[in-house]
């Protein structure tokens, strides 16, 4: 398994969801912070440690996903922070839709709803910030 830098941040505002999520990755090793709102994603964003990866919804209340996006574009630290869209509208948008919308708002990857469990992990794997190991005292 990869050593994530920092907790995975999920943002749902489905409590059952959210919290299946967040007990499937702890279960499997990860950190989890978890928000029920864009603006409270943001905040999260904002603290340290600052998450690995964010596996973000869109349909989400008081900030939406996409204002999510537009405020971490617009932010050079938050931009380091690979975004995973877990949606079902979005994952059925077409290919070249999705690559439209992932190349101008910077995201990671599309998984739709219901997730597969392995998918989940193995992109969460893959797109997550590692973390940095160290390299002192260990042979070449």
């Known amino acids: 398994m990869t050593l994530l830098r ?3 941040l999920i943002v749902e505002d489905d409590p059952d969801i959210r919290e299946s999520l967040q007990h ?12 029920s709102h864009g603006k409270e994603a943001l905040d ?8 690995a990866v964010v596996v973000l919804d ?10 999510v996006l537009t405020a971490r574009k617009a932010d050079d630290t938050l931009r380091a ?11 059925g948008m077409s290919p070249r839709d999705r690559a439209l919308y992932a190349a101008s708002y910077e995201v990671a990857a599309f998984l ?14 893959r797109y997550g910030l590692p973390a940095e190991v160290p390299t002192a005292g260990v042979p070449v």
């Open 44 to 51: 999260l964003l904002g603290r340290s440690p600052r998450p």
């Open 6 to 8: 920092g907790p995975v």
């Open 112 to 125: 739709g709803k219901p997730v597969n469990p392995q998918q989940l992990l193995e992109t969460v794997a």
């Open 24 to 35: 499937f990755l702890e279960l499997h090793g990860h950190q989890v912070l978890a928000a």
């Open 81 to 91: 922070v690979p975004i995973i869209i877990l949606s079902a509208a979005m994952a």
């Open 58 to 67: 869109m349909s989400l209340p008081v900030m939406d996903g996409h204002r």
